[in-house]
Structure formats: C-alpha cells, structure tokens
C-alpha cells in the first residue's frame, strides 16, 4: 500500500526554539495532507489541512502563526512549531489523502523541555 | 456537528475469543464511517470503511464492521483475536470518503490474555 513518513520520528527540543516535521508521501501525489495533534490516550485533532501550492486551512483554535505548515511540492508537506513551549509536547501525525483512502503517517514525538 | 462516541476505553480478551468493540456516532446526514488500528507510537492503518451499500463491512486482518442506522452505530468485531491485535483502536466519522476531516473517537484500548 501507499506510504507516507515523517521526519523526524522523535524531537527534543528547548523552549523558545523552532522545530520542523516532515511529512513525505513516498509513491503517489498528495495535493492535500492533513497534520493532527495527538496527546496522551486521546484521541487524534485535526490541526490545518494542507493543500500543495495554496496556504493551509487551520482548524478553530489552532495558532496559525505558532505551526506554519508549508506543502511546497505534491509529495512533501512540514509543519513547523515556532517557539515551542513544553505545552506543545505531543504526537504529531500527518496524513496524505490518495485517491480512495488517506494514508497516515507514523507520527513524531517531540518533547519541549 | 459530528461526534463519535467509544464508550469503552480500555478491553480486555483473551487470545482466541471473540471482540467487539463499540461505536456510536452522531451525524445529521449519511455518515462516512471509518476504524482505524494504531499500534504504540504509530500511525494509523485503516482496518475498514463504510460508505454505502451493504451495512456489514469486511476489513484487513480479519476484521469486520456492521453499521446500524437506526442505532447509529458501528461496531468492530473480529470472531478470533490474536495476541497482535492489543493495540488502539479508534473510529471515525467523516462527510467524505477520505477520513482527512473526519472526527475521531477518543480510541479503546485493547489488551490480549495469552
């Protein structure tokens, strides 16, 4: 089946710092990726969906300032935490949408001490 | 607005028996349904997905749904589970064939007795 990455697949970082998550679908073309927040046994939050070539679509109460997401190309979207602080530590998922199902990353860990 | 609701959070089975976990959702038109296996520190891998047609969906790894209408649910079963099968487990309801908008269930954990 299709696969999607991401990169890294665990992050630590100081506060006050920038980190960057790749998300590459590896054998088709995704015009639109999705990234999600997951916490702890929660379940998984739609944070922006992301469309190749045109700015992303943030969902109710996610900064748009503080995680740029940028999908330059039709196989590769990032998703940036700018300044993060330790309230920001979570699972990041990304997913690519195929032609009949979307195919999920396997997601990136990042700490922010 | 969309909501799914998995009323158990944590089960417990024994290898060999049979499972069944529940989900209820809550949409005001014909639903997308969706279940989804994650395994720890994982993605997500789409078990099976309901659009229309025959209400018993059969899935990967064994796996089979039914949708209920009339009680908005769709349950995930699996007659024989495997010590590979402890993992979580989540549902999901969406207004289109790719799950990307969808809303998640908070997930039920599954835990298999050798």
């Known amino acids: 089946g299709a696969v999607v990455s991401q990169h890294p697949s665990r992050v630590i970082c100081k506060s006050g710092t920038s980190v960057k998550i790749e998300c590459r679908s590896l054998?088709?073309?995704?015009?639109?990726m999705f990234w999600y927040r997951q916490f702890p046994k929660q379940s998984l939050m739609l944070m922006a969906t992301?469309?190749?070539?045109?700015?992303?679509?943030?969902e109710q109460g996610v900064e748009k300032d503080k995680f740029l997401i940028n999908h330059a190309s039709l196989t590769l979207s990032t998703l940036t935490v700018t300044s993060a602080h330790p309230e920001d530590s979570s699972f990041y998922i990304c997913?690519?949408?195929?032609?009949?199902?979307?195919?999920f990353g396997p997601g990136t860990r990042l700490t922010v001490l | 607005a969309q909501s799914v609701t998995q009323p158990d959070i944590h089960i417990t089975v024994s290898e060999g028996a049979s499972l069944e976990l529940r989900c209820n959702y809550s949409?005001?038109?014909?639903?997308?349904l969706f279940w989804y296996v994650q395994s720890p520190g994982q993605g997500l891998q789409l078990l099976l997905k309901?659009?229309?047609?025959?209400?018993l969906v059969q899935g990967i790894k064994g796996f089979e749904a039914e949708f209920k209408r009339s009680q908005s649910s769709f349950n995930l079963r699996k007659p024989s589970v495997h010590w590979s099968d402890a993992a979580e487990y989540f549902c999901?309801?969406?207004?289109?064939?790719?799950?990307?908008?969808?809303?998640f269930g908070d997930g039920t954990t599954l835990t298999v007795k050798p």
């Open positions: 997913s690519a949408q195929g032609l009949a199902e979307q195919f």
């Open positions: 054998d088709f073309q995704a015009t639109t």
């Open positions: 992301s469309n190749e070539g045109s700015k992303a679509t943030y």
């Open positions: 949409y005001g038109a014909t639903p997308y």
């Open positions: 309901y659009f229309s047609g025959d209400t």
């Open positions: 999901a309801v969406g207004a289109g064939t790719n799950a990307g908008k969808s809303t």
